[in-house]
């Protein structure tokens, strides 16, 4: 068997993936957070509402829930330091000093 057959086989094994974006809808949220169980991990997304600094309230518009299993959770985790990475390496390393004042 030649190597490119073998390659062939390698690439055959797994299903096929067919993503379906027919009831996907874009967001946009600039605040995250994140809860657990042990059975599920929550995501929270929204937006900001504070546009003057020194509010001695920040609201925070929820808009979206996202709930995964702590193995989704998990690869999630470890795709978002790829991207950040590779963020980093073409546009520099984010300072987490100044993400903490936004």
Known sequence: ?????????KKTNGPKIRWDDSKMRSVYA????????????????GTNQAWRAGQQ????????RVIVSPF??????LLLSGVVGEYEKRFGTLDETEMKGK
Do not use: H, P, Q, W
Request: glycine share 2%; proline share 0%.
């Open 1 to 9: 068997m030649s190597d490119d057959t073998v390659d062939k086989k």
């Open 30 to 45: 600039n605040v995250c957070n994140v809860s657990s169980t042990r059975e599920e991990v929550t995501l929270l997304f």
């Open 57 to 64: 309230e920040v609201g925070i518009e929820l808009t979206d």
């Open 72 to 77: 989704a959770a998990k690869r999630l985790a």
